[in-house]
């Protein structure tokens, strides 16, 4: 079975401090890993996937097979990265079913 | 391009209804999922079509049944709604590339009294 898991249900951080969104996965295939976010009053959305290796909105998130981790890391928090935030697992491959976690909501303190 | 369109938007039902959630795509995408969100539960998904023509249970089937009508639509039916069905129910398909990369309706809020 496919499990993904994020430990902190909120994360409150001060504007310009680093942040680290944890996301622990349990899966014994190759799995493809994303973060998606939810912004207030808009439509969840790929924030990033591992495959593609990029940064985006100053985010990374490295697969670290070993630990089993997919954590979401920023060096400067920005007000508007304030939402939720969500990590999730499907197999390699398409047509594949996508687990999410249960979010963290990020919470950016002027 | 509309992308996912769900309707309706908002609903409430009593207990014992029934009531169907209909989703369309415009993108060509083979796949498609039905998610509920509840808080702190985070994301679970409900059931998914890998194709047209195909529908799988995910984590939390009871309840609901689906219909992949064709390529576009995708829709769950609630038969006897309960409250522990109230929720937030989001629509996501998937291209047809292999990357699994979902795109979201917009949610439909779901009250069941």
């Known amino acids: 079975a496919q499990r993904v898991t994020q430990p902190e249900k909120l994360l409150s951080v001060f504007k310009g401090a680093p942040v680290e969104l944890k996301c622990n996965y349990s899966?014994?295939?190759?799995?493809?890993l994303f973060w998606y976010v939810q912004y207030s009053r808009q439509r969840l959305q790929l924030l990033l996937r591992?495959?593609s290796r990029e940064s985006i909105k100053g985010f990374t998130a490295d697969l670290n097979k070993g630990e089993t981790s997919f954590h979401l890391k920023k060096p400067f928090a920005q007000e508007e990265d304030s939402a939720m935030y969500y990590c999730a697992l499907s197999r390699s491959g398409g047509y594949q079913k996508v687990t999410f976690g249960t979010g963290t909501k990020l919470q950016v303190i002027p | 391009n509309a992308g996912v369109t769900q309707t309706p938007k908002f609903q409430v039902l009593k207990t014992g209804q029934s009531m169907t959630l209909q989703c369309a795509q415009d993108m060509n995408h083979n796949s498609m999922y039905w998610y509920r969100q509840d808080p702190g539960m985070g994301l679970r998904l409900i059931y998914y079509?890998?194709?047209?023509?195909?529908?799988d249970k995910g984590e939390v089937p009871n309840g609901y049944n689906v219909s992949r009508l064709n390529k576009r639509e995708f829709s769950l039916r609630l038969e006897s709604a309960a409250p522990s069905q109230t929720s937030v129910y989001f629509c996501?398909?998937?291209?047809?590339?292999?990357?699994?990369?979902?795109?979201f309706g917009a949610g439909s809020r779901l009250t069941v009294l």
């Open positions: 899966y014994s295939g190759s799995p493809e």
């Open positions: 079509s890998a194709s047209e023509g195909t529908t």
């Open positions: 996501a398909s998937s291209d047809p590339t292999g990357a699994n990369v979902l795109t």
């Open positions: 591992h495959i």
